[in-house]
C-alpha cells in the first residue's frame, strides 16, 4: 500500500472509527438500558461512580452553548479541530503518532456527534477520591481525547526522530557523537 492511505495510517483510521464507536456504544449504554438520566448516579467503586450530566460546554466547562448560535458555532470550531487533525495523521508515518492522533479524532468525533444530536455532550464517568475529584465528569471521547495528547505530548518531548540525528542534527542540545 503506498501514497495516502499507508497501512498505519489505515490502522489510525480504524482506531478513529472504534473509539468513536465504543464512545457512542457505551452512550447509548448508560441512558438506555441503565436508565442513568433519570436514575441520576449509579456507585460502581468506592472511588468511580457512573453520574450522568449534560456537558454544554467543551474542556472544563469554558464556552458554555447557552443558545443555538453557540451549539452550533462549538459544532463547527470541533469540527474544524478535527479535521486539523485527521490532516495531521495523513500526513504522519510513525504509528505512535498515528496512534495518539486517532485516539483524539475518534473522540472528537464522538463527543461531535452528540453535539450535533442533542445539543450538548453526555458525560457519566466520576473518578473521585472520597469528595476529592480530580477530574470533571467525563466519557470514553474525552478519555481517549486526554490518553491521545498525552502521546503525541510525550513522543514529541521524548521521541528523537532518527533521521535528525544520523544527519547531525543537534536541534535537541545534543552533538551527534555525544
Excluded: C
Excluded at 469540527?79 to 504522519?92: K, S
Excluded at 477520591?129 to 521524548?158: C, E, K, M, Q, W
Aim: net charge negative.
Amino acid at each position: 500500500m503506498s501514497g495516502l492511505f499507508t497501512r498505519n495510517r489505515v490502522i489510525g483510521l480504524v482506531i478513529a472509527v472504534f473509539v468513536a464507536l465504543i464512545d457512542q456504544v457505551s452512550k447509548w449504554y448508560v441512558i438506555g438500558p441503565l436508565a442513568l438520566r433519570q436514575v441520576g448516579n449509579i456507585d460502581l467503586l468506592p472511588f468511580f461512580d457512573l453520574t450522568y450530566t449534560e456537558n454544554r460546554g467543551i474542556s472544563l466547562g469554558m464556552l458554555q452553548a447557552t443558545n443555538m448560535e453557540t451549539r452550533w458555532l462549538l459544532v463547527l470550531m470541533t469540527a474544524v479541530i478535527a479535521v486539523v487533525v485527521l490532516v495531521w495523521m495523513l500526513r504522519e508515518r510513525k504509528l505512535g503518532d498515528i496512534f495518539g492522533l486517532a485516539l483524539i479524532l475518534g473522540g472528537a468525533v464522538g463527543n461531535i456527534r452528540d453535539r450535533w444530536e442533542l445539543g450538548y455532550v453526555i458525560d457519566f464517568a466520576d473518578f473521585h477520591i472520597g469528595a476529592f475529584r480530580p477530574f470533571l465528569i467525563f466519557n470514553i471521547a474525552d478519555a481517549a481525547i486526554t490518553i491521545g495528547v498525552v502521546i503525541i505530548l510525550a513522543r514529541s518531548l521524548f521521541v528523537r526522530d532518527n533521521a535528525a540525528t544520523e544527519t547531525g542534527d543537534t536541534s535537541h542540545g545534543e552533538p551527534k557523537d555525544a
